[in-house]
Protein backbone atom coordinates (compact mmCIF):
# COMPACT_ATOMS: atom_id res chain seq x y z
CA UNK A 1 0.00 0.00 0.00
CA UNK A 2 1.20 3.14 -0.87
CA UNK A 3 0.86 6.96 0.27
CA UNK A 4 -0.14 9.64 -1.89
CA UNK A 5 1.78 13.14 -2.07
CA UNK A 6 0.97 15.92 -0.11
CA UNK A 7 1.72 19.56 0.23
CA UNK A 8 0.91 19.30 3.87
CA UNK A 9 0.34 17.36 7.20
CA UNK A 10 -3.29 17.03 6.97
CA UNK A 11 -4.72 17.87 10.58
CA UNK A 12 -7.56 16.19 12.54
CA UNK A 13 -8.31 13.48 15.16
CA UNK A 14 -8.71 11.20 12.23
CA UNK A 15 -4.87 10.76 11.29
CA UNK A 16 -2.17 9.40 12.90
CA UNK A 17 1.30 10.46 11.78
CA UNK A 18 4.82 8.40 11.89
CA UNK A 19 8.29 9.36 10.48
CA UNK A 20 8.75 8.57 6.95
CA UNK A 21 12.21 6.62 6.94
CA UNK A 22 14.73 7.42 4.36
CA UNK A 23 15.20 3.57 3.58
CA UNK A 24 13.87 0.39 1.70
CA UNK A 25 10.23 -0.63 1.52
CA UNK A 26 9.55 -4.59 2.09
CA UNK A 27 7.30 -7.06 2.93
CA UNK A 28 7.93 -9.93 5.51
CA UNK A 29 5.96 -12.94 4.76
CA UNK A 30 6.89 -15.55 8.12
CA UNK A 31 5.31 -19.13 7.64
CA UNK A 32 7.02 -22.51 9.86
CA UNK A 33 9.68 -20.30 11.01
CA UNK A 34 11.17 -19.04 7.54
CA UNK A 35 10.86 -15.07 6.70
CA UNK A 36 10.51 -14.55 2.98
CA UNK A 37 11.42 -10.39 1.97
CA UNK A 38 10.06 -8.87 -0.76
CA UNK A 39 10.49 -5.64 -2.57
CA UNK A 40 8.29 -3.52 -3.80
CA UNK A 41 8.28 -5.05 -7.31
CA UNK A 42 7.66 -8.22 -5.84
CA UNK A 43 11.76 -9.48 -5.76
CA UNK A 44 12.22 -12.11 -3.43
CA UNK A 45 15.32 -9.92 -1.13
CA UNK A 46 16.13 -11.94 1.72
CA UNK A 47 19.69 -12.83 1.20
CA UNK A 48 20.41 -9.36 1.27
CA UNK A 49 19.40 -9.06 4.79
CA UNK A 50 20.05 -12.46 6.79
CA UNK A 51 19.89 -10.19 10.65
CA UNK A 52 16.95 -8.45 9.54
CA UNK A 53 15.31 -12.54 8.14
CA UNK A 54 16.01 -14.43 11.34
CA UNK A 55 12.12 -14.27 12.46
CA UNK A 56 12.05 -12.47 16.10
CA UNK A 57 9.10 -14.56 16.81
CA UNK A 58 10.43 -17.91 15.79
CA UNK A 59 7.55 -20.08 14.26
CA UNK A 60 4.64 -17.06 14.59
CA UNK A 61 2.71 -16.89 11.43
CA UNK A 62 2.35 -13.31 10.57
CA UNK A 63 3.21 -10.73 7.70
CA UNK A 64 4.79 -7.22 8.55
CA UNK A 65 4.81 -4.18 6.42
CA UNK A 66 8.38 -2.21 6.87
CA UNK A 67 11.20 -0.01 5.99
CA UNK A 68 14.69 -1.33 5.89
CA UNK A 69 17.21 1.54 7.29
CA UNK A 70 20.75 2.05 7.88
CA UNK A 71 22.23 4.91 10.02
CA UNK A 72 25.34 7.33 8.49
CA UNK A 73 27.85 8.43 10.74
CA UNK A 74 25.35 11.24 12.32
CA UNK A 75 22.68 8.26 14.01
CA UNK A 76 20.15 9.50 11.00
CA UNK A 77 18.59 6.74 8.61
CA UNK A 78 20.71 7.33 4.84
CA UNK A 79 19.56 5.56 1.88
CA UNK A 80 23.25 6.12 0.80
CA UNK A 81 24.68 3.68 3.48
CA UNK A 82 22.13 1.79 2.81
CA UNK A 83 22.86 1.17 -0.95
CA UNK A 84 26.43 -0.63 -0.34
CA UNK A 85 24.10 -3.55 0.80
CA UNK A 86 21.00 -3.41 -1.48
CA UNK A 87 22.88 -5.18 -4.51
CA UNK A 88 25.07 -7.54 -2.78
CA UNK A 89 24.23 -11.06 -2.98
CA UNK A 90 27.40 -13.15 -2.42
CA UNK A 91 26.92 -14.78 1.31
CA UNK A 92 30.34 -13.78 2.41
CA UNK A 93 30.25 -10.26 1.50
CA UNK A 94 27.04 -10.13 2.57
CA UNK A 95 28.06 -11.16 6.17
CA UNK A 96 31.22 -8.91 6.22
CA UNK A 97 29.18 -6.15 5.67
CA UNK A 98 26.11 -7.12 8.16
CA UNK A 99 29.20 -6.00 11.03
CA UNK A 100 29.94 -2.46 9.46
CA UNK A 101 26.38 -1.75 7.82
CA UNK A 102 24.07 -3.27 10.33
CA UNK A 103 20.27 -2.75 9.23
CA UNK A 104 17.11 -2.70 10.80
CA UNK A 105 13.40 -2.76 9.87
CA UNK A 106 11.05 -0.28 10.76
CA UNK A 107 7.55 -2.16 11.44
CA UNK A 108 4.87 -0.20 11.00
CA UNK A 109 1.99 -1.96 9.73
CA UNK A 110 0.98 -5.67 10.71
CA UNK A 111 -0.68 -7.05 7.98
CA UNK A 112 -1.33 -11.49 9.33
CA UNK A 113 -1.01 -12.92 12.81
CA UNK A 114 -1.58 -16.39 13.74
CA UNK A 115 -3.10 -17.05 10.90
CA UNK A 116 -5.74 -14.75 10.90
CA UNK A 117 -5.90 -11.69 8.20
CA UNK A 118 -5.83 -8.15 9.80
CA UNK A 119 -5.94 -5.98 6.64
CA UNK A 120 -9.86 -5.73 6.61
CA UNK A 121 -9.09 -4.21 10.16
CA UNK A 122 -8.97 -0.22 10.83
CA UNK A 123 -5.30 0.86 11.11
CA UNK A 124 -5.58 1.58 14.22
CA UNK A 125 -6.40 -1.98 15.73
CA UNK A 126 -3.40 -3.06 13.60
CA UNK A 127 -1.10 -0.72 14.98
CA UNK A 128 -2.39 -1.43 18.41
CA UNK A 129 -2.13 -5.51 17.72
CA UNK A 130 1.75 -4.80 16.38
CA UNK A 131 2.55 -2.48 19.41
CA UNK A 132 2.01 -5.78 21.74
CA UNK A 133 4.47 -8.21 19.84
CA UNK A 134 7.99 -9.05 22.10
CA UNK A 135 10.11 -6.87 19.57
CA UNK A 136 11.70 -4.57 21.40
CA UNK A 137 15.37 -6.42 21.46
CA UNK A 138 15.45 -7.73 18.00
CA UNK A 139 16.55 -5.73 14.51
CA UNK A 140 12.77 -5.21 13.98
CA UNK A 141 11.86 -1.94 15.80
CA UNK A 142 8.04 -0.69 16.05
CA UNK A 143 8.25 3.18 15.85
CA UNK A 144 6.18 5.70 17.44
CA UNK A 145 2.90 6.75 15.66
CA UNK A 146 1.47 10.59 16.88
CA UNK A 147 -1.22 12.98 17.25
CA UNK A 148 0.19 15.92 16.47
CA UNK A 149 1.29 15.61 12.74
CA UNK A 150 2.77 19.75 12.83
CA UNK A 151 4.86 19.05 15.74
CA UNK A 152 6.22 15.76 13.94
CA UNK A 153 6.96 17.22 10.87
CA UNK A 154 8.99 20.67 12.79
CA UNK A 155 10.99 17.91 14.60
CA UNK A 156 11.85 15.73 12.25
CA UNK A 157 13.22 18.48 9.99
CA UNK A 158 15.04 19.54 13.09
CA UNK A 159 16.63 15.83 13.10
CA UNK A 160 17.72 15.81 9.51
CA UNK A 161 14.84 12.83 9.22
CA UNK A 162 13.15 12.60 5.59
CA UNK A 163 9.83 13.48 6.88
CA UNK A 164 6.17 12.67 7.55
CA UNK A 165 3.41 10.03 6.49
CA UNK A 166 0.11 10.62 7.41
CA UNK A 167 -2.42 7.98 7.53
CA UNK A 168 -6.17 7.83 8.15
CA UNK A 169 -7.18 5.63 12.02
CA UNK A 170 -9.90 3.97 10.15
CA UNK A 171 -7.62 3.04 6.45
CA UNK A 172 -7.75 -0.82 5.70
CA UNK A 173 -4.81 -2.17 3.84
CA UNK A 174 -4.95 -2.43 0.31
CA UNK A 175 -2.23 -4.38 -1.46
CA UNK A 176 -0.89 -2.46 -4.68
CA UNK A 177 -2.88 0.44 -4.05
CA UNK A 178 -2.05 4.46 -3.80
CA UNK A 179 -4.34 5.71 -0.99
CA UNK A 180 -5.38 9.01 -0.18
CA UNK A 181 -6.27 7.28 3.23
CA UNK A 182 -1.84 7.26 3.43
CA UNK A 183 -0.19 11.15 2.56
CA UNK A 184 3.28 11.99 2.13
CA UNK A 185 5.17 14.94 3.12
CA UNK A 186 9.55 14.50 2.30
CA UNK A 187 11.03 17.67 3.74
CA UNK A 188 13.49 17.16 0.89
CA UNK A 189 13.38 17.46 -3.01
CA UNK A 190 13.95 13.90 -3.56
CA UNK A 191 12.51 12.40 -7.41
CA UNK A 192 13.03 9.28 -8.72
CA UNK A 193 15.14 9.84 -12.16
CA UNK A 194 15.60 7.47 -15.41
CA UNK A 195 19.46 6.89 -16.53
CA UNK A 196 19.52 7.25 -20.33
CA UNK A 197 24.03 7.86 -20.44
CA UNK A 198 27.17 8.26 -18.69
CA UNK A 199 30.39 10.30 -18.97
CA UNK A 200 33.74 9.08 -17.77
CA UNK A 201 35.85 11.10 -15.87
CA UNK A 202 38.16 13.66 -17.79
CA UNK A 203 41.38 12.13 -19.13
CA UNK A 204 39.61 8.52 -18.98
CA UNK A 205 37.29 6.67 -20.60
CA UNK A 206 36.12 3.67 -18.02
CA UNK A 207 35.97 5.74 -14.75
CA UNK A 208 32.27 6.74 -14.17
CA UNK A 209 32.22 10.21 -13.01
CA UNK A 210 28.84 11.42 -13.94
CA UNK A 211 24.95 10.23 -14.96
CA UNK A 212 22.80 11.78 -17.26
CA UNK A 213 18.81 11.28 -16.15
CA UNK A 214 15.67 12.09 -17.64
CA UNK A 215 12.02 12.16 -16.55
CA UNK A 216 9.62 9.44 -17.61
CA UNK A 217 6.98 10.96 -19.23
CA UNK A 218 4.17 10.88 -21.56
CA UNK A 219 5.73 11.91 -24.08
CA UNK A 220 9.06 9.93 -23.72
CA UNK A 221 12.44 10.25 -21.29
CA UNK A 222 12.66 13.72 -21.36
CA UNK A 223 16.18 15.10 -20.48
CA UNK A 224 16.54 16.65 -16.98
CA UNK A 225 20.03 16.59 -16.64
CA UNK A 226 23.54 15.76 -15.65
CA UNK A 227 24.56 14.23 -12.30
CA UNK A 228 27.95 14.12 -10.65
CA UNK A 229 28.07 15.03 -6.90
CA UNK A 230 28.28 11.69 -4.79
CA UNK A 231 29.41 10.01 -7.24
CA UNK A 232 32.61 8.55 -6.62
CA UNK A 233 35.27 5.62 -5.30
CA UNK A 234 33.04 2.74 -4.71
CA UNK A 235 29.70 4.16 -5.91
CA UNK A 236 31.10 4.61 -9.19
CA UNK A 237 32.60 1.25 -9.74
CA UNK A 238 29.21 -0.28 -8.89
CA UNK A 239 27.62 1.88 -11.38
CA UNK A 240 29.84 1.58 -13.94
CA UNK A 241 29.37 -2.58 -13.65
CA UNK A 242 25.49 -1.99 -13.25
CA UNK A 243 24.99 -0.31 -16.37
CA UNK A 244 28.09 -2.10 -18.87
CA UNK A 245 25.64 -4.77 -19.82
CA UNK A 246 23.06 -1.72 -20.89
CA UNK A 247 25.59 0.11 -23.25
CA UNK A 248 24.17 1.45 -26.58
CA UNK A 249 24.29 3.22 -29.73
CA UNK A 250 21.44 5.07 -29.55
CA UNK A 251 20.47 8.58 -27.28
CA UNK A 252 17.19 7.41 -25.21
CA UNK A 253 15.87 10.66 -24.75
CA UNK A 254 12.91 11.90 -26.63
CA UNK A 255 14.11 15.89 -26.58
CA UNK A 256 17.59 17.67 -27.32
CA UNK A 257 20.55 16.94 -24.88
CA UNK A 258 22.94 19.89 -25.20
CA UNK A 259 25.68 19.31 -26.81
CA UNK A 260 28.33 20.11 -23.95
CA UNK A 261 26.58 17.33 -22.15
CA UNK A 262 26.27 15.03 -25.10
CA UNK A 263 29.78 15.44 -26.35
CA UNK A 264 31.68 12.23 -24.96
CA UNK A 265 28.66 10.41 -23.25
CA UNK A 266 28.04 6.62 -23.18
CA UNK A 267 24.41 5.38 -23.87
CA UNK A 268 22.90 2.97 -22.23
CA UNK A 269 19.36 1.26 -22.43
CA UNK A 270 16.55 3.50 -19.98
CA UNK A 271 15.92 0.84 -17.74
CA UNK A 272 18.04 1.88 -14.37
CA UNK A 273 16.13 4.21 -11.89
CA UNK A 274 18.31 6.22 -9.61
CA UNK A 275 16.85 8.81 -6.71
CA UNK A 276 18.57 12.64 -7.13
CA UNK A 277 18.27 15.07 -4.40
CA UNK A 278 17.76 18.38 -6.11
CA UNK A 279 17.02 22.14 -4.86
CA UNK A 280 13.89 21.78 -6.30
CA UNK A 281 11.82 20.04 -8.58
CA UNK A 282 9.86 20.72 -11.85
CA UNK A 283 12.41 22.64 -13.41
CA UNK A 284 13.48 21.67 -17.03
CA UNK A 285 17.03 21.26 -15.59
CA UNK A 286 18.28 20.28 -11.96
CA UNK A 287 19.45 22.52 -9.95
CA UNK A 288 22.35 21.11 -7.90
CA UNK A 289 21.92 17.84 -8.28
CA UNK A 290 23.21 14.65 -5.72
CA UNK A 291 23.15 11.28 -6.51
CA UNK A 292 21.47 9.60 -3.79
CA UNK A 293 21.39 6.22 -4.78
CA UNK A 294 20.19 3.03 -7.71
CA UNK A 295 16.28 2.52 -6.83
CA UNK A 296 16.10 -1.62 -8.03
CA UNK A 297 12.73 -1.47 -5.96
CA UNK A 298 11.30 0.98 -9.07
CA UNK A 299 11.40 0.55 -12.52
CA UNK A 300 10.88 3.11 -15.52
CA UNK A 301 7.51 2.02 -16.08
CA UNK A 302 6.87 3.19 -12.12
CA UNK A 303 7.50 6.58 -12.60
Same mark, same amino acid.
Given at each position: ???T?????????????????D?V????????????????????????W????????????????????????????????????????????????????????M???????D??????????????????????D??????????? $?D?????? *??? @??? &??????? %? /? =???????????????????G?????????????????????? $???????? *??? @??? &??????? %? /? =??????????????????????????????W????????????????????????? &???????????
Open positions: MLAKTDRVPTGAQWLHEVKWGRVLVDVRDGVARMTSRNDNNVTAAPELSAPPLGDRDLMVDGEVIALNERGVPDFRVLQHRMHVRNAREVARLVGSIPATLVFDLLRLGEDLTDRPLEERRALLEELPLASTWQVPAAYDD $GMLFEAT *LAQ @GLE &GVVSKRR %T /S =RYRFDSRSEDWRKLPHRHRSFVVGGWRPQTGTTDRLAALLV $GEQTADGL *LYR @GRV &GSGIAGL %T /S =RRLAELLAPLASDTNPFADDVPRVDADGTFVEPRVVVDIDTHGLGYDRLRQPSFQ &GVRDDLSPEDL
